[in-house]
């Protein structure tokens, strides 16, 4: 299968010096093993996204998949979706990301009209979209570049359209948020992550992976004109949102 990957073992041995985390060639081949293992209910947010198409997407209508990756997002799509219930963009800003989900998306689903570009999502030409996923994708833009993507989004979607906004998240209160990411920390350790592959995948995040709280998504969203959103899947400090436009 074009999606069999490696075992995830990047931060397996001690390295004098934890380079900072980056969608390299590495990290894509083990892709798949690695947000499986490390991201909890990644699995179960996939499997909602045809029903949420059914319900907010018109027939036809076009997705965008914002940080695309490997396409899994729009593999999940055309798994549960026909050919003509909608038309499908992912965005990713890695060449190695896209070139394998080009590869993915065509050799697995040749019937379903899904492209995939190189593109950084804070300077996208939008075109008019009835849902657009960010699927773990905002986390990794500077904290100061979210407020106008958002607003960008909100601009390129159709009236009643949706965007599903999945993200690792921190807790306002600062007992509340040890305590989900000790329980995320036994969540890894559980998928067989060493510690030392915890620690130093840790380190490698810093300042590259920065969580903001609900309370801020919520904000940001209703700040860039969202009439409405809401938390609609949450397991420890892993979260997603949908937001509305009436
Ligand atoms: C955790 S992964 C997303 C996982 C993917 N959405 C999925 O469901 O499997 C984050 C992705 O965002 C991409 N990315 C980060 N910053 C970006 C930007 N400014 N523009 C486009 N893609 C970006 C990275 O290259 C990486 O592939
Ligand atoms: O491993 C972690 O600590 C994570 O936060 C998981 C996470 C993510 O949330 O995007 C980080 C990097 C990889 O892209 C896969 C998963």
């Known amino acids: 299968m074009s999606d069999a990957s490696y075992r995830d073992a990047i931060f397996s041995t001690p390295l004098d010096r934890v380079a900072r985390f980056s969608f390299d060639e590495r990290v894509v081949a083990c892709f798949p093993d690695m947000i499986r293992r490390s ?11 045809g029903p949420l198409a059914r319900r907010h997407l018109r027939h036809g209508g076009h997705v965008y998949d914002l940080g695309c990756s490997l396409g899994a997002a729009g593999l999940a799509l055309a798994g549960q979706l026909p050919p003509a219930a909608f038309r499908y963009t992912g965005v990713d800003l890695s060449p190695a990301m896209v070139e394998r989900a080009k590869e993915t998306l065509s050799a697995e689903h040749p019937e379903h009209a ?24 905002l986390q990794f833009l500077a904290p100061e570049d979210r407020d106008a993507v958002i607003a960008r989004l909100f601009e390129a979607l159709e009236p009643g359209g949706v965007l599903v906004l999945s993200e690792k ?10 305590w989900l990411v000790e329980r995320y920390h036994d969540f ?7 510690e030392l592959e915890i620690s130093q995948k840790r380190t490698a995040l810093e300042n590259v992976l920065v969580p903001d709280t609900l309370e801020a998504h919520r904000a940001r969203l209703a700040q860039a004109g969202f009439d409405r959103s809401l938390v609609w899947f949450q397991y420890l400090n892993f979260a997603s949102l949908i937001a509305f436009k009436e």
């Not at 991201?39 to 996204?49: D, K, N, R, S, T």
């Not at 998240?169 to 040890?178: G, H, S, T």
């Open 39 to 49: 991201v909890p209910g990644y699995g179960q947010i996939l499997a909602m996204l």
């Open 114 to 137: 899904m492209t995939v570009e190189e593109g950084d999502i804070r300077h996208l030409d939008y075109r008019p979209s009835g849902m657009i996923l960010l699927n773990f994708t």
């Open 169 to 178: 998240i921190k807790a306002a209160d600062e007992q509340d948020n040890a």
């Open 188 to 194: 890894k350790r559980a998928n067989g992550y060493s």
